[in-house]
C-alpha cells in the first residue's frame, strides 16, 4: 500500500507537456527501473490504455537504442492518440541501468515479465481508463502475453515469434550463415535443457557468449504458441510482409495456436512497423530512419480491435 501510495504522489507530481492540440505527456515513475510516458488524448473522460512493450535489446520507451533511431513506439503512441487511444510506454529496465553506468548481469527474461506485470497492475487500479491493452513489439510480444494473462482486456501482437526462441534464432543463423548450422543447433539443444556451454566458434559469440546464456535459457523456457493458448482475452495478430526478422509464418503460428484472435497481415511493413517500396537495403536502412511515418494500416487494424472492446 505504501509503494503505491508514493507511485500516486508520482503521477499527481510530474510535469506535463502538451505535444499536439489532441493529446498531452505525463512521465511516470512505476518502480525502481521502470519510467515512462503517460500519452493522454484530450477530452475524453475514460480512455482505452494500451500499455506498449519493447522489443528485444536495450530499447527504450520511443522503440530507440544507442546507435538505432527511428522513434517507432512514439509514433505508435501519438497515432493512438490521435485516434483517442491513451497509452503507457516505457524504458526497458536495462536502459536505466546503462545510464546509471550500473548493468545487473543477472538480468532475466523474466525480470522483463515482472516489469510488465507491475505496470498492468499500475494502471488496473487507476479509475481514470476503460479498455487496458498490452501491445508487444517483437520480444515484446511475448512478454506481454505472460503479463496480460488474467489482468488485461485485450492483446496485441506486433512482430512476435510464434517459434521458441531458440528455434526462431536456429533459422536465422542457418540462411545467414548456414556454414554454423550444426553448430547452433548443438549449442541451442544445450540452453534448451538448462545447460550452458562455452563450446561456440568465435563468430557465433555475439549470439551465444557465457554471459548471455542464462537469459537466454530462461527465455527458451517459453513456447509462444503454448503460451498464448493460455490468454483468454481477444487478441489482435500483426505482422509485416517486409519483416526481415520476423516472417509472416511467425504470426500465422500464433493464429493456429489461438483460433479466436484475429491475423493481420500488413503488406511491405516491415519489423520496424514502416512501409518498404523498395529492396532490403531500403528496409534495413530504415532502421535508423526516424522521419519515415508509421504504417497506416497497422494504427487503423489496432484501432478497430480496440473498438470493438467496447
Given at each position: ?43 475524453i473522460s475514460k480512455p482505452d490504455l494500451a500499455i506498449i512493450i519493447a522489443g528485444s535489446g536495450p530499447t527504450n520507451r520511443n522503440g530507440n537504442q544507442n ?122 539443444s544445450s540452453l534448451k535443457k538448462g545447460e550452458t556451454t562455452t563450446d561456440y566458434p568465435q563468430a557465433l559469440s555475439s549470439v551465444f557468449n557465457l554471459e ?99
Amino acid at each position: 500500500m505504501k509503494s503505491f501510495c508514493i507511485s500516486l504522489l508520482i503521477v499527481f507530481s510530474i510535469s506535463v507537456s502538451s505535444q499536439d492540440s489532441t493529446y498531452l505527456e505525463k512521465e511516470i515513475s512505476i518502480s525502481k527501473w521502470i519510467d515512462g510516458t503517460l500519452l493522454i488524448p484530450k477530452d475524453i473522460s475514460k480512455p482505452d490504455l494500451a500499455i506498449i512493450i519493447a522489443g528485444s535489446g536495450p530499447t527504450n520507451r520511443n522503440g530507440n537504442q544507442n546507435f538505432m533511431k527511428n522513434n517507432t513506439l512514439k509514433k505508435l503512441a501519438i497515432a493512438l492518440g490521435q485516434n483517442r487511444i491513451a497509452s503507457f510506454r516505457y524504458d526497458k529496465r536495462v536502459v536505466k541501468q546503462i545510464r546509471q553506468g550500473n548493468i545487473d548481469k543477472n538480468t532475466m527474461f523474466d525480470d522483463f515479465v515482472t516489469d510488465a506485470t507491475d505496470v498492468i497492475s499500475f494502471f488496473q487500479a487507476d479509475e481514470n481508463f476503460n479498455k487496458l491493452i498490452v501491445i508487444g513489439h517483437s520480444q515484446g510480444s511475448l512478454v506481454g502475453i505472460l503479463a496480460a494473462k488474467d489482468r488485461a482486456d485485450g492483446f496485441v501482437s506486433l512482430a512476435g515469434a510464434g517459434q521458441n526462441i531458440g528455434n526462431v534464432i536456429a533459422d536465422q543463423i542457418s540462411k545467414t550463415a548456414p556454414m554454423f548450422k550444426s553448430d547452433t543447433d548443438r549449442i541451442i539443444s544445450s540452453l534448451k535443457k538448462g545447460e550452458t556451454t562455452t563450446d561456440y566458434p568465435q563468430a557465433l559469440s555475439s549470439v551465444f557468449n557465457l554471459e548471455l546464456q542464462p537469459f537466454m535459457i530462461n527465455w527458451m523456457q517459453y513456447d509462444p504458441t503454448e503460451e498464448i493458448k493460455k490468454l483468454k482475452i481477444p487478441a489482435l495478430l500483426v505482422n509485416g510482409t517486409k519483416d526481415l526478422q520476423v516472417p509472416v509464418e511467425e504470426a500465422e503460428m500464433l493464429q493456429q495456436a489461438q483460433p479466436s484472435s484475429e491475423l493481420r497481415i500488413i503488406e511491405n511493413m516491415n519489423h520496424v512497423l514502416f512501409e518498404i517500396k523498395g529492396d532490403e537495403l531500403e528496409n534495413a536502412k530504415s532502421y535508423n530512419e526516424s522521419q519515415r511515418p508509421i504504417s497506416t494500416k497497422l494504427i487503423e487494424s489496432i484501432t478497430n480491435f480496440v473498438q470493438k472492446l467496447n
